[in-house]
């Protein structure tokens, strides 16, 4: 009996030795005893692999496999297909907003202003753009709660007076949404050329908007009274 609790008392020390007193924390790796599948045979990505014929370890999709919601180019960008997928491509007005090194204003020739332009820049706006700077466009989108400060106003007369010293014209706009300024992103790789436009037509519209709130257009003259 006595070397029953001697071993036992021996067994039991060697026990705490080994694993620790329970709940200490310990950085060490967890001891395992039978494998949890914590850790299997598996291919990492890009990496090459004998277990296929062609020793590649990343498969490719089926021939002919279209991500949902796209459509397959008809050709290649390598082959100059890039301008299919409507991101900026060349150096004139419309890709890039600048006249060689000075910003434009006005729409270029390849954006028909319509209302058509001005719903699809109103959808793409909400899409992209109130969040920060509000669906009014006054800098008090959503993320002001959430500690995102100094959003532009884009119905100050920075933005909205082409008479203001610092206004800025159509051309700059583009260049903010395709590069980002200060803590906004670049939008230039998420939103194609052409709605780049359509949105800077939907904020000149809420500017005039803001700049006569009655909803009259400066531009039409109110109805003659008779
Ligand atoms: C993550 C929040 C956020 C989003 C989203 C965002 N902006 Fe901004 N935007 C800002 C902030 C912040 C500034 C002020 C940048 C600065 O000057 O530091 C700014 C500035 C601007 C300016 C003024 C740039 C100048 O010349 O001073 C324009 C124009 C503008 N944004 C347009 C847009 C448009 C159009 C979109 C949608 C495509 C957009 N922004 C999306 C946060 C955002």
Redo the contacts with the bound molecule.
């Keep these: 009996m006595r070397w029953y609790f001697l071993t036992m008392i021996a067994v039991a020390a060697m026990v705490v030795g080994l694993a620790g007193f329970r709940g200490t924390r310990s950085a060490n790796r967890p001891l395992e005893f039978l494998n949890d599948m914590d850790n299997q045979a598996k291919i990492k990505a890009q990496s090459s692999s004998d277990f296929f014929v062609d020793g590649m370890g990343s498969r490719k999709p089926i021939a002919g496999t279209v991500p949902m919601g796209y459509t397959m180019p008809q050709t290649t960008a390598q082959s100059g297909g890039f301008q299919e997928f409507g991101f900026a491509q060349g150096k004139d007005y419309f890709n890039t907003g600048r006249f060689g090194d000075f910003w434009g204003d006005g729409f270029p020739d390849e954006v028909t202003v319509d209302e058509g332009l001005v719903r699809r820049g109103k959808e793409r706006?909400g899409i992209?753009?109130a969040?920060?700077?509000g669906a009014a466009a006054d800098g008090k989108g959503v993320?002001t709660n959430f500690g995102?400060a100094?959003?532009?106003n884009?119905n100050l007369p920075q933005?909205a007076d082409p008479a203001n010293a610092q206004y800025?014209t159509n051309g700059?706009?583009f260049n903010?949404?395709s590069h980002g300024?200060?803590?906004?992103?670049a939008?230039g790789s998420n939103?194609v050329v052409h709605d780049r436009w359509a949105?800077i037509a939907y904020?000149r519209a809420l500017q005039k908007n803001a700049i006569t709130p009655s909803g009259a257009s400066p531009t039409t003259p109110a109805p003659a009274n008779n």
């Design positions: 706006f992209y753009c969040v920060c700077h993320t995102v100094n959003i532009a884009l933005f800025r700059s706009i903010t949404i300024q200060g803590l906004m992103g939008y939103i949105i904020v």
